[in-house]
């Protein structure tokens, strides 16, 4: 089974950017699709991005389109979320996923994924 590691998160200001990783462990990465999701207090976990195993896709949440990329190198097992433009309703604890599925359906929803990393802060302040 995959293990995840997400890395990158910070103290940033509205405008900049960031970059996350997501390392696994495991010699399957390269089969499952990946996901990106956040949940700020109080609120429930959001679909944030999603890409397949081949890199096909992408899948975008509609808060985060046009500003934010992920992407995956599978021959260094790593998945990569770079946010830009950030807003302060960005600040959220991002979690990175892994998911046996293909189908869009799945790969929007939390219920989709199999393996979860322990998450990372990102704060954007005013």
């Known amino acids: 089974q995959v293990q995840l590691v997400e890395s990158g998160g910070g103290l940033v200001q509205a405008g900049d950017s960031l970059r996350l990783s997501c390392a696994a462990s495991?010699?399957?990465?390269?089969?499952?699709?990946m996901g990106w999701f956040r949940q700020a207090p109080g609120k429930e976990r959001e679909f944030v991005a999603a890409?397949?195993?081949?890199?096909?896709?992408?899948y975008y949440g509609d808060t985060v389109k046009g500003r934010f990329s992920i992407s995956r190198d599978n021959a260094k097992n790593t998945m990569f979320l770079q946010m830009n433009r950030l807003k302060p309703e960005d600040t959220a604890v991002y979690y990175c996923?892994?998911?046996?599925?293909?189908?869009?359906?799945?790969?929007?929803?939390?219920?989709?994924?199999?393996?979860w990393g322990q998450g990372t802060q990102v704060t954007v302040s005013s």
């Open positions: 495991g010699r399957t990465f390269s089969s499952y699709s």
């Open positions: 996923a892994a998911s046996i599925h293909t189908i869009y359906s799945r790969l929007t929803s939390t219920s989709g994924y199999q393996r």
């Open positions: 890409i397949k195993w081949n890199g096909g896709g992408p």
